[in-house]
């Protein structure tokens, strides 16, 4: 059996809005600081992001979606990364510089329960 095709990884995050902000303001939004270098060139270390909660508690990610997930063998470690392909068991993720990134590689599916947001937009 062969995993489907991957996903052009993303290249780009579009910069926040003044929407963006009032929903962050209004808690509909999570701020989320990346801290290794896995997502480089996209997110360098120190970058900021805003996560939605909410959106995946009524669809499932989609390839090519950019998330951020708890791990699954380390509680309370969260990671920013891409999907790569969706199961019905959960997501595969991958961080965009492989030298540098923990992720489903290394600790297998991410399973619903572990994700924790859609990253929807950089700060500022």
């Not at 995946?56 to 951020?68: A, I």
């Not at 063998?73 to 540098?100: H, M, Q, T």
Request: aromatic residues 6%; hydrophobic residues 40%; proline residues 11%.
């Amino acid at each position: 059996m062969t995993s489907p095709p991957s996903p052009l990884p993303p290249s780009q995050l579009r910069h926040s809005q003044l929407t963006d902000l009032v929903l962050w303001l209004l808690r509909q939004r999570r701020r989320f600081r990346v801290v290794g270098a896995s997502m480089l060139p996209l997110l360098e270390p120190g970058a900021e992001v805003l996560i939605d909660p909410a959106v995946y508690r009524q669809q499932r990610p989609q390839p090519g979606d950019l998330v951020v997930v708890e791990h699954p063998r380390r509680p309370g470690l969260l990671l920013i990364k891409w999907v790569v392909y969706v199961d019905s068991d959960g997501c595969f993720v991958r961080g965009l510089n492989e030298a540098e990134s923990t992720d489903s590689r290394e600790f297998g599916l991410v399973p619903w329960a572990g994700l924790v947001g859609q990253v929807v937009c950089r700060l500022p």
